[in-house]
């Protein structure tokens, strides 16, 4: 089936615009739905706010140029009237931008810093941050409803390809470098960088928490995925099955279950908990041999998504196809054209896909699907539970199959 076409944003052109450094590393949705953010290219960062775009597709159709309406803020402070009424506004990086991650904050979370007596910023509940990971190896963070420039990390010394905050609102952030290093930033206090995760030998192109922020999943250069456990900041275990550079991760919600995208054309789904490779969504027929584990590299897959109902991935690969996937079957239920696409991510309520190309986003409506009772109960018990106890469970061993995914 061919997805629908929700709309798209637009980049806009002038005749000495160059095509060259207009691609569309990263594209991203605030936690609470309020805000997407896309890269432009030359250094530019978008932000506008969600509902106001779902609006501007009905109204107008599904084309929108992105500057048409823009809002250029000042930088400095806004009023709180302000705050309350979403802007649209454009962030000047500085730098080619590759990542973008959303961050809200819990005030109950606490600083993991030992001394907390004195913080140049107090985080609040309405606060939304955004960071920017930069070609430079910066890191700056960004005050959503200002456009405010608040931090500027600076540790990584080559291009900081991905970032993501712990979904608990600790506001605990990871960076992933071709520096070969993964780095914990605690924007709590002021930005320090608390750790340096060493491991991957290569580039490291992804890195994602998991629902709980319990484990951090990272991918890179060399078939590596790797698995940490960011209590005590030690990796737990290698996922070895790849057989190219893997480029891309995700948790599923529930945590159950773990994306990989590879340049080796296939996604895979793992049990993160044991190590084992539950699916195989290929993109290339025949699946290519190890020994050609690039596959045909018009088939390479760039990007992976997880929607929020547990049982869709979205993948986006080469051969300008995005692809919806159920986790349980073996082809495609839909799918969509894609020229030059990089990255995809779904809407917070899993509703839309965005996906980012030169500059532009297109969206799709995702498959839908009423979730069977026995797939909530399922996801309810996989959010407490890893597949250690849930193998213990004194229940058939049907029902364990199932709620390990098995089946």
């Known amino acids: 089936a061919r997805s629908r076409t929700v709309g798209e944003l637009l980049a806009p052109t002038s005749p000495f615009d160059k095509k060259c450094g207009r691609e569309n590393w990263t594209v991203a949705f605030a936690p609470d739905g309020s805000y997407f953010a896309w890269s432009q290219g030359h250094r530019i960062v978008k932000l506008v706010p969600w509902s106001q775009c779902l609006n501007n597709f009905l109204l107008h159709g599904t084309k929108n140029v992105a500057n048409s309406i823009s809002v250029r803020l000042p930088r400095q402070n806004s009023d709180s009237s302000q705050k309350n009424k979403p802007c649209e506004h454009i962030i000047d990086c500085g730098d080619i931008v590759w990542s973008l991650a959303f961050g809200s904050s819990v005030p109950e979370k606490q600083s993991r810093c030992v001394n907390i007596e004195w913080h140049r910023f107090k985080f609040g509940q309405d606060q ?3 960071a920017t990971g930069l070609n430079n190896g910066r890191i700056k963070i960004w005050d959503v409803y200002t456009g405010k ?3 500027n990390l600076m540790d990584h010394t080559e291009v900081v390809r991905d970032l993501t ?12 470098s071709r520096d070969k290093t993964l780095r914990v930033w605690d924007l709590k206090d002021d930005g320090n960088m608390m750790k340096v995760l060493r491991g991957h030998q290569n580039w490291v192109y992804g890195c994602a928490f998991s629902p709980d922020s319990s484990i951090l999943c990272s991918v890179g250069a060399s078939k590596a995925v790797f698995l940490w456990d960011m209590d005590k900041y030690s990796m737990i275990r290698k996922l070895e099955g790849h057989h190219n550079d893997v480029v891309a991760c995700e948790f599923s919600p529930d945590g159950a279950l773990l994306a990989t995208a590879s340049y080796d054309t296939r996604v895979y789904v793992w049990d993160p908990h044991i190590g084992v490779i539950l699916m195989e969504f290929g993109h290339l027929f025949p699946p290519p041999t190890p020994i050609f584990a690039g596959g045909a590299n018009d088939r390479w ?13 979205a993948s986006l690969a080469d051969d300008k196809m995005v ?8 082809y495609p239920v839909q799918v969509a054209p894609l020229n030059n696409g990089l990255c995809c991510t ?13 500059g532009s986003v297109y969206f799709w409506a995702t498959p839908k699907q009423v979730s069977s009772l026995q797939h909530l109960c399922r996801m309810a018990i996989r959010r407490v539970m890893p597949t250690s106890l849930v193998k213990n469970l004194p229940i058939p061993s049907k029902m364990v199959e199932f709620l390990c995914y098995q089946i």
């Open 149 to 151: 420039l608040l931090l």
């Open 323 to 330: 692809r919806f996937w159920r986790i349980d079957e073996e």
């Open 301 to 313: 897959v760039r990007s992976v998504s997880f929607s929020h109902d547990g049982l869709h991935i």
């Open 346 to 358: 779904f809407s917070t309520d899993g509703s839309v896909l965005a996906a980012g190309q030169d």
């Open 165 to 176: 905050f712990a979904p608990d609102g600790s506001l605990i952030l990871v960076s992933a």
């Open 128 to 130: 939304l941050l955004l």
